[in-house]
């Protein structure tokens, strides 16, 4: 349709139908039962406002999309099509790790064709819209939803919003396999207060645009089609109903023209926030605010023709949110064809297919992290192993937000194993339940494991302690339930739960040769496995083909090389903790404890346990001191910073070559080093290369004393090395 047409479309259509198009309702409105990712709202869904509703939520499989599509257009006055979202995270059917995973992989353009695959899958099944990437900086552990989150670092997060985006989307969301991406949560939801989820978010402007609106921003340059607003206050009013934050920053600044989404029930929310008396005033507030669409509150259904009638809210709002929906459903080809991709038969095809299949296995490989190995892995062959932890036979490795993969498609650790390394001596024991007896999962109550008695444990244990013996070699998987991440789990304690511990002591008493395979979908405090066992591999929540993955990686058929995006905190006492702090008054000198005032803890370092960027492969590499090309450089210059990198170990190995700088002295206080750039490369052993980043003024900028982005002549330190740690910087001076 031509935008005049589109126009025209809107002229002739009724306030209530225009506020109709507004309203996202659960497809169980539609269907009976369908996905639901949110409390269901009480008010606000007559059934002729569902009759009139723009889009539905938790509503896919080409057959259910149909049915629902064409009900609902033949009640249509105008015809218009619904449009159908859901929250395709790490994918459809075909699970890839979860995006802490991915954004370990250091490899953005990986996570643009896992989204691409993902969305091929979700059109075939008839969705329109993804809710991802969330684009959330995150720097606390204890909040579970880092899971959905590429980590703390603000450049590396706006690689992966932007090829997320890019993958979703395509080069035309008319084009088959492409669906929109909708960036979220806008802004600042990554920053709970004390970890615990939906709760209030204090930054400053100045860290808010310095390190949160990057990611978010790259998201909305690269073109994605929606953004949802965030549940939380930022400067003390709700997101959904902060003008200034969609009015000014979003829409203003960014040149945001797409559809502004709430989260679910968000406008409601806002009475909860007691910003808002009522649901008129919520209403008004959101539709000021310009959020688009309501999803799941029905407060627009419910208040907006009365508002407009009343003259509160002018008509030309509505007319505005109405037309940016209409011009979502005309780029995505709706009315044209309103199906768009859905097709049963292709579901068959395309869905869990060999291609994607093998691509979730790549990730997969590439999401995990060593962070320690002392020449346990990779398992040398002909030892025979024990397999111990309730991993072993767990179909759980999807993530928690895997809403539409399916437990049956995914592979047991012991299937992997047996499937692949035909290791008949291999042993597997559970040796304990996944989670402590008395531990309580508020809100999951319902679909908690049944409980194994105390005796059961008991012997479960003792076998395993019995095959470790005889083994000689353990593999052990631990940890996290997949319940313990994602939304609406946050936790205060950040370790294994403490029947798995007990488990590791006790195997690790009768053997010395013991890799911990750790799955989570946070970091945790894992400073009694680090102390405990040889080697331990960070497998996060790996997907479909996780298993498989391991044993390539277990083997030694494939090298580890994830890097970690987001800090592994030594203790719950020091989150958040993230390697781009601001230096202190009083910086503490590692080393001179003594000095006592200091910033500093009594009873823990001031590091974390593992930082971001870290992670180790079967191999090691020496870099060499930092080249500059010139000591000195002015604006329009390119100063090359460069190292040699040699493989000094005895394999082939994949290292990521990261660059950090550091403003020495500015007009606002900068980060001890910032990430601006890093390269994978892969030697043989004794080989070596040079890498070179080029640094521009561009890399240089930040958001100074003027509120602007831009540069400060002065000193910089340039550091480059295998993770945040790398020291010895090479100096120049910029202006
Ligand atoms: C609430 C979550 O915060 C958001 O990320 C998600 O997309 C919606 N529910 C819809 O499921």
């Not at 979003?250 to 007691?274: K, N, P, T, Y």
């Amino acid at each position: 349709m031509t935008k005049e047409a589109l126009q025209e479309l809107l002229e002739d259509m009724s306030l209530e139908e225009k506020i109709g198009q507004m309203n996202q309702v659960a497809g169980s409105f539609f269907l009976g039962a369908s996905v639901a990712t949110g409390p269901m709202a009480e008010k606000g869904f007559t059934q002729e406002n569902i009759d009139r509703a723009g889009s539905a939520i938790g509503v896919s499989g080409a057959a259910a999309v149909k049915k629902v599509q064409k009900a609902y257009m033949e009640k249509h006055p105008h015809r218009i099509p619904l449009l159908f979202m859901l929250d395709v995270i790490n994918g459809y059917k075909t699970v890839f790790p979860i995006p802490l995973g991915q954004g370990a992989a250091f490899e953005p353009e990986l996570s643009m064709r896992c989204a691409r695959m993902a969305a091929r899958e979700a059109a075939v099944s008839g969705l329109h819209v993804t809710f991802s990437p969330m684009a959330d900086l995150v720097r606390d552990a204890r909040w579970g939803r880092v899971m959905e989150s590429t980590g703390e670092d603000p450049y590396l997060n706006s690689l992966y919003a932007t090829a997320m985006v890019r993958g979703y989307q395509g080069n035309d969301l008319r084009d088959r396999g492409s669906i929109a991406a909708c960036i979220k949560h806008f802004a600042g939801y990554g920053a709970p207060d004390a970890g615990r989820d939906y709760n209030t978010v204090e930054l400053s402007e100045h860290t808010l645009r310095q390190f949160y609106l990057p990611a978010y921003e790259a998201g909305v340059q690269a073109g994605a089609a929606l953004v949802m607003t965030a549940f939380n206050t930022v400067e003390g009013i709700p997101a959904t109903g902060n003008r200034r934050l969609m009015r000014q920053i979003l829409r203003d600044e960014m040149g945001f023209d797409g559809v502004l989404i709430s989260d679910w029930a968000a406008i409601e929310e806002m009475l909860c926030h007691g910003y808002c008396a009522d649901r008129t005033q919520a209403a008004r507030r959101a539709v000021a605010a310009g959020v688009d669409m309501d999803m799941m509150a029905g407060v627009y259904a419910e208040q907006l023709a009365a508002l407009v009638q009343g003259g509160e809210v002018p008509e030309t709002l509505i007319d505005e949110a109405v037309m940016r929906i209409l011009t979502l459903k005309n780029a995505l080809g709706l009315f044209e064809a309103p199906f768009k991709d859905a097709d049963e038969e292709k579901e068959k095809e395309i869905i869990l297919c060999e291609e994607h299949r093998a691509l979730a296995r790549e990730a997969a490989r590439k999401s995990f992290v060593l962070l320690k190995n002392e020449g346990v892995l990779p398992l040398a062959p002909d030892t025979k192993t024990a397999y111990i932890g309730p991993y072993v036979d767990s179909r759980n490795l999807m993530g928690a937000w895997s809403l539409t993969g399916e437990t049956k498609d995914v592979a047991t650790l012991r299937e992997a194993v047996l499937e692949q390394r035909a290791d008949t001596d291999a042993v597997f024991c559970c040796g304990c339940p996944m989670t402590d007896r008395d531990m309580k999962l508020e809100g999951f109550l319902e679909c908690m494991d049944e409980m194994v008695s105390a005796e059961e444990q008991q012997r479960m244990m003792d076998e395993a302690v019995e095959a470790a013996k005889a083994c000689g070699r353990v593999v052990m998987l631990l940890g996290e339930d997949r319940r313990q991440s994602g939304e609406a789990a946050s936790s205060a304690g950040i370790q294994i739960p403490g029947i798995q511990q007990e488990l590791l002591d006790r195997v690790c008493a009768v053997c010395d040769q013991v890799a911990v395979v750790l799955f989570s979908g946070r970091p945790l405090d894992i400073r009694r496995i680090a102390e405990k066992a040889q080697a331990v591999l960070l497998a996060w929540m790996p997907g479909t083909e996780g298993a498989r993955a391991l044993v390539d990686v277990l083997s030694g058929r494939y090298a580890p090389s994830g890097k970690l995006p987001m800090s592994f905190p030594y203790c719950a006492g020091q989150v958040p903790v993230h390697y781009n702090e601001y230096p202190t008054g009083r910086p503490h000198v590692p080393g001179k404890d003594k000095d006592r005032f200091r910033s500093k803890y009594l009873d823990i370092p001031n590091a974390p346990l593992y930082p971001f960027g870290f992670g180790l492969t079967y191999t090691s590499f020496r870099v060499s001191p930092v080249r500059l090309d010139r000591d000195h450089m002015a604006k329009d210059d390119v100063l090359t910073a460069s190292v040699t990198v040699r493989n000094t170990g005895p394999a082939e190995g994949t290292e990521t070559i990261q660059l950090y700088i550091h403003d020495v002295a500015a007009s606002v206080v900068r980060p001890i080093k910032e990430l601006k750039g890093f390269c994978k490369v892969t030697l043989q052993p004794g080989e070596q290369k040079d890498i070179c980043f080029p640094i521009t003024e561009r890399e240089l900028r930040f958001l100074t004393e003027n509120g602007r982005w831009e540069s400060e002549p002065g000193a910089f330190e340039v550091f480059i090395g295998t993770s945040s740690l790398a020291d010895m910087p090479a100096r120049f001076v910029y202006g």
